[in-house]
């Protein structure tokens, strides 16, 4: 049987928990084959590849932090090795931190920018040696980019800035060459470090999502999906916010 993304070849990153292992699952239900970095989930990462493989699909494990680029250049290498090449790059790992902007310690945001910023940069760039035309980069951004609802999370705001302003720069030096770079922006998802029940939630969901629920991590997979087949080939340089009405 054909699925949308039979013969693909995908890399994601951080893929082992949360939204990046629904990411693995999409994209390998959907046909492609799948590699996926992880940092220090191990447990997860085979847990999840052998899930996946007894689904009849491939998702190979490999550790790399995503805040080195000689260990995500050599994921990126053996990616390929493992695939047989690479057409599309999912730039998923991220992390998240929770301070006031005069108590974030300088450990603490560098963290934040090795990860979410250079993690994207030097990804992107280990793997553009190995894309050709018709190839897909797809940034995890978040809604945080484009709202801010309280305080708390200025320096992690500012990093998914970055990485939408980055995603339209690459979206303009990549057209060229036939490669299209999206941002998926998700919104409040239920995961494992933001679930759906916390207190925190309660408010974002009775006064600022306008569906007035969280939302899956299936929601954000299934747009990451279609961002990497061939019907998305005229999108490119886009923010598609996953939010359920957060920035309505």
Not at 41 to 54: I, N, T
Not at 216 to 226: P, T
Request: glycine share 12%; charged share 20%; hydrophobic share 40%.
């Amino acid at each position: 049987m054909t699925t949308p993304l039979t013969g693909r070849r995908a890399l994601v990153t951080g893929g082992s928990r949360g939204i990046g292992a629904e990411i693995v699952r999409r994209l390998a239900a959907d046909g492609a084959a799948v590699a996926f970095t992880y940092s220090a989930a191990e447990v997860e990462a085979k847990a999840l590849s052998g899930e996946v493989a007894d689904n009849g699909g491939t998702a190979v494990p490999i550790k790399a932090d995503a805040a080195d680029p000689a260990q995500i250049a050599a994921a990126v290498e053996q990616a390929v090795a493992e695939l047989g090449g690479l057409d599309v790059l999912v730039n998923n790992a991220g992390i998240g931190h929770l301070s006031r902007f005069e108590d974030t310690t300088p450990e603490q945001y560098e963290r934040l920018v090795a990860v979410n910023i250079n993690g994207v940069y030097w990804a992107s760039r280990s793997a553009l040696d190995h894309l050709g035309e018709g190839s897909r980069i797809i940034n995890i951004g978040s809604i945080n980019a484009d709202r801010v609802p309280g305080p708390g999370i200025t320096a992690y705001a500012m990093t998914k800035g970055a990485v939408s302003s980055l995603t339209r720069g690459l979206a303009r030096e990549l057209g060229p060459r036939g490669i299209t770079v999206n941002n998926v922006q998700p919104g409040p998802i239920d995961t494992e470090m933001n679930p759906a029940d916390s207190e925190f939630a309660e408010e974002l969901k009775t006064q600022v999502v306008a569906l007035g629920r969280y939302g899956h991590s299936r929601d954000v997979a299934a747009v990451v999906s279609f961002l990497a087949g061939t019907e998305s080939g005229f999108v490119t340089g886009a923010n598609w916010n996953v939010d359920g009405g957060f920035t309505a």
